[in-house]
């Protein structure tokens, strides 16, 4: 059983910086990652996702030059790096995981537990 678990979460000023992690384990497979985010009251959106290799990333424009997408496969472990973080970015942010060499923004088969953020302004 595939389990993804995120951690570095937190409350932090507009301007401030934070780097989330996503271990991935259960099972031995290739897969990109994917991390997404929900807002009190509105749908979750995706934010960013990084190919198996690391070579291929894709972000969303609202977060496009502020967050760097990153993964270390010997760990297990995706990263999110977010910097000039401002007020709405606040959310619960999710890292998911779909099986494949490619690079994708939909149909995430595996799915953490969520993580929140909070920019204060």
């Known amino acids: 059983q595939v389990q993804l678990v995120e951690s570095g979460g937190g409350l932090v000023q507009a301007g401030g910086s934070l780097r989330l992690s996503c271990v991935v384990s259960?099972?031995?497979?290739?897969?990109?990652i994917g991390w997404f985010r929900q807002a009190p009251g509105k749908e979750r959106e995706f934010v960013a996702s990084i190919s198996w290799s690391g070579s291929s990333t894709y972000y969303a424009d609202s977060v496009k030059g502020r967050f760097a997408i990153s993964r270390d496969n010997g760990k297990n472990t995706g990263y999110l790096q977010m910097n000039s973080l401002k007020p709405e970015d606040t959310a619960v942010y999710y890292c998911a995981a779909e099986p494949g060499y490619g690079l994708t923004k939909t149909g995430y088969d595996y799915w953490g537990q969520g993580t929140q953020v909070t920019v204060s302004s």
């Open positions: 259960g099972r031995t497979f290739v897969y990109a």
